[in-house]
């Protein structure tokens, strides 16, 4: 079964242009979140989808928002972007096993802003 | 509010030698996974432990959960340098939201 894939890789921004990152979970796993990553912050929630739907938030500011499709492809967007925008973001997609979920995550998009 | 604090956050020691890294919140918790990142890349799924006082072995790797599910630590028989990387653990209540570690950050030297 094919892993996580987040698309691009890598991405180079300016100062105040949007971006836009996608994330195609493991077959069969409903529910994506996504999570920023910097060396001083750790791994910060964004936010979770579960069927097409924003299930949970985390506190990050409206410019940072997110969306699922029916096949539960996701994206998310940052739109007039910021130097502290610079990080890792994480894309998870986790199953129910049980009473309990697992997570699992891609290989992150590197954006740098310049 | 960080609910999960890891110690320590980083540790350098030779290849052979053990260690241990602990993974501790005042919450509980219904289930704790541990990951291991390399630069770079995403987090990997190590193991996930959801009984109070389990105890489970991968390899090399011992993982175990607290009795009042409020912390973990996880011991490295013999390291090696394939271990280097950050150690994360992450803890789950109700609900599919996972609260992340501070991270340890493991360096094993040749």
């Known amino acids: 079964k094919a892993g996580v894939t987040q698309t691009p890789r890598y991405l180079i921004k300016t100062r105040g242009q949007q971006v836009t990152l996608s994330c195609s979970p493991i077959?069969?796993?409903?529910?994506v979140s996504w999570y920023q990553q910097t060396p001083g912050q750790g791994l910060q929630f964004l936010f979770e989808?579960?069927?097409?739907?924003?299930?949970n938030k985390g506190n990050f500011p409206g410019r940072f928002s997110g969306r699922q499709f029916s096949n539960s492809r996701s994206e998310m967007n940052v739109s007039t972007l910021e130097l502290g925008d610079s990080a890792l973001y994480l894309c998870a997609s986790s199953l129910e096993a049980g009473t309990y979920y697992e997570q699992y995550f891609g290989p992150g998009t590197r954006l740098t802003v310049t | 509010t960080q609910l999960l604090e890891q110690s320590p956050q980083f540790l350098s020691i030779q290849e052979g030698e053990n260690l241990t890294v602990y993974c501790n919140s005042s919450s509980v918790f219904s289930s704790l996974q541990w990951y291991r990142q390399e630069p770079g890349e995403g987090p990997v799924l190590l193991v996930t432990v959801v009984t109070g006082g389990e105890v489970k072995k991968l390899k090399r790797l011992t993982f175990q959960f607290g009795d009042a599910r409020k912390d973990s630590s996880l011991h490295i028989t013999a390291a090696q340098p394939g271990d280097t990387g950050l150690y994360l653990c992450a803890g789950t209540n109700t609900g599919n939201q996972f609260y992340f570690g501070t991270g340890t950050s493991l360096t094993v030297i040749p």
């Open positions: 077959s069969g796993h409903r529910s």
């Open positions: 989808y579960f069927s097409e739907t924003q299930r």
